[in-house]
């Protein structure tokens, strides 16, 4: 089937060991974990609770140990928690990393210096060092990013068992974009007693807004596991096209089974989202919506840095609340790249202006905000949140 944003590596001598050691390798997450999942988000719908969603925009392999994750899962806590004190409702944390090594990419090359090389794509396709040799597609990087997956996974699954059986229904769960189908599709796994695929690489995956044709490889790869699966949702985005990756995704329209994440920047969303919110609630799925107010506002600072503003994304994140409350639908949370570090990388707060950005910059792609901006963010959007009663 037809697969955008893939890595050129079926020649390479090691593609096919690679996808044969994946396709028996023992599973990242598992099929009890998985349902625990979408019964919690299954119930999301029926409390109003919130989700929030947050992490890395690309996940490093050398900040998968234990010291890193600890940091990562604390950010989760403490911004989960945050959310809950300001609405005084339950909050799921699905965190971002766990498996968020691929990036789909605008353009396939870069100039760096005289010379054109690929485009950084995450670490399990290539490198971040920018030279021609370090950006080839290197198929045993999936093998990197199992292991390194591993052991975030079975960090994640002792915090959420830190209090004993059963685990938290809160989470942290992880989740990441399912972009590079050689991976994905050799960790889908059979259960033997329910017939069910399951895709094992995560709890949550989603389709990104540059591969989520319901043709071709990655919405067909979603549609056949029982996961919960998200579908990130662009500026040009047309009803009745968002409505036909809701059919093959959610077929059944089953609670808990699809999130619909729109990131379509401050001043698109007001005209784009209200027919795309009535169009799939016309048609009967009762998705999970959560905002993701970082993607369309990217710009690039007068240093050539990408970043986003602080100002823009708390105004999508509000527009985008106000437009599903009028709707009559919940607004269930926000989906920020977050950095546990205290990065400057987005401009507000404490990152006062542009000039601030070469302070500590550290994202392998685009720009994360750091905790106090994400607590900013998450307090504006969540103050203005109307009563269940209201809707």
């Not at 999970?288 to 503003?309: A, E, F, Q, Y």
Request: with cysteine; aromatic share 4%; proline share 8%.
């Amino acid at each position: 089937m037809p697969a955008a944003q893939q890595p050129d590596w079926r020649d390479h001598a090691a593609h096919h060991e690679a996808c044969q050691r994946l396709a028996s390798a023992p599973p990242l997450v598992t099929l009890t974990e998985i349902r625990h999942l979408r019964r919690s988000l299954a119930h999301l719908l029926t409390t109003d609770a919130l989700l929030l969603q947050l992490g890395d925009c690309a996940e490093s392999f050398y900040e998968c140990t234990p010291r890193h994750i600890s940091e990562k899962l604390r950010v989760i806590d403490r911004l989960g928690d945050r959310l809950g004190e300001l609405t005084a409702r339950g909050v799921i944390r699905v965190g971002r990393m766990g498996g968020q090594f691929a990036k789909p990419r605008s353009r396939a090359t870069e100039r760096h210096g005289t010379e054109v090389i690929p485009s950084f794509q995450g670490h399990l396709i290539n490198s971040e060092i920018p030279s021609a040799v370090t950006r080839k597609a290197n198929p045993e990087r999936m093998l990197w990013a199992y292991d390194a997956s591993g052991r975030v996974q079975r960090a994640m699954r002792a915090h959420r068992h830190r209090d004993g059986d059963p685990p938290a229904a809160e989470g942290p769960w992880s989740s990441h974009e399912a972009l590079v189908i050689d991976y994905e599709s050799r960790l889908v796994r059979h259960d033997a007693d329910t017939g069910d695929l399951y895709l094992t690489s995560t709890h949550l995956p989603w389709v990104g807004e540059r591969t989520r044709r319901p043709a071709d490889a990655h919405v067909a790869l979603l549609s056949a596991v029982v996961n919960p699966v998200g579908c990130k949702i662009g500026p040009a985005a047309d009803p009745d096209d968002i409505a036909r990756v809701c059919e093959a995704l959610d077929p059944r329209r089953e609670p808990g089974r699809l999130v619909l994440i729109p990131r379509m920047g401050r001043d698109r969303i007001q005209h784009v989202l209200p027919p795309v919110v009535r169009r799939v609630a016309n048609a009967g799925h009762p998705a999970i919506w959560l905002c993701d107010p970082m993607h369309g506002n990217t710009v690039t600072s007068p240093l050539g840095l990408k970043t986003r503003h602080l100002t823009d994304m708390i105004s999508e994140a509000l527009r985008f609340r106000d437009i599903l409350e009028k709707n009559r639908q919940h607004p269930a949370g926000l989906h920020l790249e977050v950095a546990a570090d205290d990065v400057t990388e987005c401009v507000g707060g404490p990152v006062e202006s542009d000039d601030d950005l070469r302070r500590h910059y550290t994202s392998l792609c685009d720009p994360r905000l750091n905790v106090d901006q994400a607590a900013t963010l998450i307090e504006a959007w969540a103050r203005g949140l109307c009563p269940p009663a209201a809707r």
